[in-house]
């Protein structure tokens, strides 16, 4: 057993002392590689490559927080409902909202303000992002203005009040002179005297001068009579 135990004694001591034969054999091979020049070259391809992963790394992430710092994604604003206000109204919601607005269109609709909003793009109650400009139409205080048609020394009665009706003009009054019954001869506009081709508010009220000795009451009649118009 004294003999056993001797022999493993003497086989670890040998491939101890092999093994550090052998490392110092690498240590001196190393140490021959890495002259100081091949040092300094290791350490200048390691930061190069330190930097290029850090660039690969931290460009894409600061550039993605940049955007959505930029785009401030994620955050949106639900768009205020501005139909029936004024555009000073709209205005003042807009900027507490930190919205913007821009005015695409004016036209005009009975029954509602000057400048108020009829109608807004995005609609109500979608959502935008901050500083999102609404477009805004609104309304004008100026009637749209229509040509007289030509029923001036051109037509009967009947045919010139639904020609007129047709181009949103109303005739509430029926004035008479000497002449051919129920023909045409002139159209008043608050008391001016029109033509064929002369532009008048849409909408607005006429009075009709014809040929002829209708009787009042029956001419009356026929104005006020609304079906006659549809």
């Not at 919205?99 to 609709?109: H, M, N, P, R, S």
């Not at 009665?157 to 001869?185: C, M, P």
């Not at 506009?189 to 009787?215: C, K």
Request: glycine fraction near 6%.
């Amino acid at each position: 057993m004294r003999k056993q135990s001797n022999r493993e004694s003497d086989f670890w001591k040998k491939t101890k002392k092999a093994a550090s034969v052998k490392w110092k054999h690498f240590k001196r091979k190393v140490s021959k590689f890495f002259t100081p020049k091949r040092k300094k070259n290791l350490l200048i391809i390691s930061c190069n490559l330190l930097a290029m992963l850090a660039v690969a790394f931290l460009v894409p992430y600061l550039t993605l927080n940049w955007i959505d710092d930029y785009t401030k994604h994620g955050e949106v604003i639900e768009v205020p409902d501005l139909s029936g206000k004024t555009l000073a109204e709209a205005e003042k919601i807009l900027a507490g909202e930190k919205l913007g607005y821009t005015v695409i269109e004016k036209k005009f609709k009975e029954g509602h303000k000057k400048n108020e909003v009829l109608e807004q793009y995005p609609r109500a109650r979608k959502y935008v992002k901050e500083g999102r400009k609404i477009a805004l139409v609104l309304n004008t205080a100026e009637r749209p203005k229509y040509m007289i048609p030509d029923v001036i020394d051109g037509s009967s009665y009947r045919q010139a009040v639904h020609r007129l009706a047709g181009e949103g003009f109303v005739v509430n009054k029926v004035d008479t002179i000497s002449g051919e019954r129920d023909w045409v001869y002139g159209l008043k506009y608050n008391g001016q005297e029109l033509s064929n081709g002369m532009l008048v508010p849409r909408g607005a009220e006429l009075t009709i001068v014809i040929g002829g000795a209708m009787e009042k009451d029956t001419i009356n009649e026929i104005v006020i009579d609304h079906s006659y118009f549809e």
